[in-house]
């Protein structure tokens, strides 16, 4: 089945900063690769998705890049601001079944 | 428009007993999915339902069981519980598949 790794754990970053996760996948047969994000106490949000047929899609300050050859797909966040603090999930799917998630990146923006 | 409703939010559970556990996906929505959360990891996914079916399954026993009505509502059973299936349970939904999969808030399951 697919496995899906991401790094860093955690992240502090400065109000105003980037901040960019990274995944990898081992299904060459995934084509779905959502973002969520979850606050304290909630449910996680898909914040951002790109498809195997683009390689990077941009919504306001996040965006998300996908290399299929090495396997791997990031996201980033530009001018990160305090309420961006959250964790963050990357999944992938090589079918319309599971959704495999990675394990998380807690994010902290420093003010 | 409601999105994905989940009931109830907290429950507590002594060790062998049974629960169930209920979802109503988003409106316009025919695919249910669980998970399973454990604190401080990512969702493992437990099983699929479309148009009454379960189309897959996780790596999860027998234990865990789970229905889906002809209004595409959904139930989670899980019998025999272990302090191990403490965890916050989340249902999503999708039309036809997982793109666009909606959360639900999810149950804390605390099994004591």
């Known amino acids: 089945g697919e496995n899906v790794e991401q790094h860093p754990s955690t992240l502090s970053v400065q109000e105003g900063d980037s901040a960019v996760i990274k995944c990898t996948y081992s299904d060459s047969a995934s084509n779905y690769f959502p973002w969520y994000k979850q606050e304290l106490g909630k449910r996680p949000q898909l914040i951002i998705d790109i498809r195997s047929n683009v390689g990077e899609k941009k919504d306001q300050r996040i965006a998300v890049t996908l290399n299929k050859t090495a396997k791997h797909f990031s996201l980033h966040i530009t001018e990160t601001q305090p309420e961006d603090s959250a964790v963050y999930f990357c999944?992938?799917?090589?079918?319309?079944?599971?959704?495999?998630f990675g394990a998380g990146t807690t994010v902290t923006v420093r003010a | 428009d409601a999105g994905v409703t989940q009931s109830p939010t907290h429950l507590i559970k002594t060790r062998g007993q049974q629960v169930t556990l209920r979802c109503s996906p988003k409106?316009?929505?025919?695919?249910v999915s669980w998970y399973q959360q454990a604190l401080g990891q990512g969702p493992q996914f437990i099983f699929q339902?479309?148009?009454?079916?379960?189309?897959q399954r996780g790596n999860f026993p027998d234990r865990f069981s789970g229905h889906q009505f002809p209004n595409y509502s959904s139930e989670l059973n899980v019998n025999a519980l272990l302090l191990g299936d403490s965890a916050l349970y989340l249902c999503a939904s999708a039309h036809r598949g997982v793109n666009g999969y909606t959360f639900g808030s999810g149950t804390r399951l605390t099994v004591v």
């Open positions: 339902y479309y148009e009454e079916e379960e189309r």
């Open positions: 409106s316009g929505h025919d695919t």
């Open positions: 999944a992938a799917t090589p079918n319309d079944y599971k959704l495999s």
